[in-house]
């Protein structure tokens, strides 16, 4: 594939050479070859070949992504074939640096909500169109502009120049150790996020950022975790019985089951259409044959009149 575009790339080049004066962008969709199965042209893909820029293929950007629930592949995560990244690079900078996060179904799926755990590079697609949470993001140690950072703290700066940031704050987790009343560490602020909307997550907290959400049922009760934020507990609500499948009582079950049907609309229009037929019928018969059918209303004549079809002679 790359191959295939780096040619594309040099007769491009000499295709616009050729021509002189020409607006490389907009022709360049008439000089590509669109054969999905050699490149899928995207359009940064196609602002490149017309800035003439070529791609070399790195190996240390082949990854292991989860394109689908359980199914891993390899994936070629490169700035220039891969459109659209977002933030992903910030979250699977090289593949030596390890993540975990939580991928959710978008509020705007029409599938169930769904909460997927991977330490893969997600597709967008995973879960429908999704979202994914991580645990961790990386940042550049050294500054875009060349300069000293002052603020940095080199003792966490990995060995390839990249910084980790926790995403569970210090304030959160001080808050979940306020509620449960015992040290609980970020990650287990984490896994019991994930745990609650995996579990018993009510319909109201979808779409609610992680935070927002209360501990795990089996660890805290929700009503402590509202408590320790400042916020009023709500009143609890008796739960309410559903009673399933209750028979009806013997009186309304056997007028139910020898109350007359109704003919429904097609029934309907098939009796019209034999009355009518009947009808047609009684007036078609012969002098002497006519019988009248007890179903048909209206006076029918005694006798048709005669017609006479006179031939050409």
């Not at 074939?81 to 090289?94: C, D, G, K, S, V």
């Not at 979808?206 to 507990?233: I, K, L």
Request: charge should be positive; aromatic fraction near 8%.
């Amino acid at each position: 594939m790359i191959d295939f575009y780096n040619a594309q790339v040099d007769d491009y080049a000499i295709f616009c050479e050729q021509r002189g004066n020409l607006d490389r962008k907009k022709a360049a969709n008439s000089f590509i070859d669109a054969d999905s199965s050699r490149v899928a042209w995207s359009g940064g893909l196609k602002d490149d070949l017309a800035r003439g820029t070529r791609i070399d293929f790195i190996p240390g950007e082949v990854v292991r992504g989860c394109y689908r629930p359980f199914q891993p592949q390899h994936v070629y995560f490169d700035r220039y074939l891969n459109e659209r990244r977002y933030q992903l690079p910030t979250m699977f900078p090289t593949p030596r640096h390890k993540n975990l996060g939580i991928v959710l179904a978008s509020p705007a799926s029409h599938f169930e909500f769904t909460p997927f755990m991977t330490d893969l590079l997600p597709n967008l697609h995973l879960l429908d169109t999704a979202q994914f949470f991580p645990r961790w993001t990386y940042g550049k140690a050294d500054p875009d502009d060349g300069g000293f950072d002052f603020g940095s703290d080199a003792s966490t700066v990995d060995e390839h120049g990249y910084r980790r940031v926790d995403n569970i704050t210090d304030a959160i987790a001080e808050l979940y150790e306020q509620a449960i009343g015992a040290p609980v560490t970020k990650d287990d602020v984490f896994y019991s996020v994930y745990g609650l909307l995996h579990d018993r997550l009510p319909p109201n907290l979808r779409g609610r950022p992680a935070q927002d959400a209360p501990a795990h049922p089996h660890t805290v009760e929700p009503r402590a975790v509202r408590a320790a934020r400042g916020r009023r507990p709500r009143p609890r609500r008796p739960a309410r019985k559903l009673r399933l499948g209750r028979p009806l009582p013997a009186r309304r079950a056997t007028q139910a089951r020898h109350r007359p049907r109704r003919p429904g609309n097609l029934a309907r229009c098939q009796n019209e259409m034999e009355d009518q037929g009947r009808a047609l019928d009684n007036r078609l018969q012969p002098e002497g044959h006519h019988h009248r059918d007890p179903r048909v209303s209206g006076a029918l004549p005694a006798r048709l009149p005669q017609v006479s079809i006179h031939g050409a002679g």
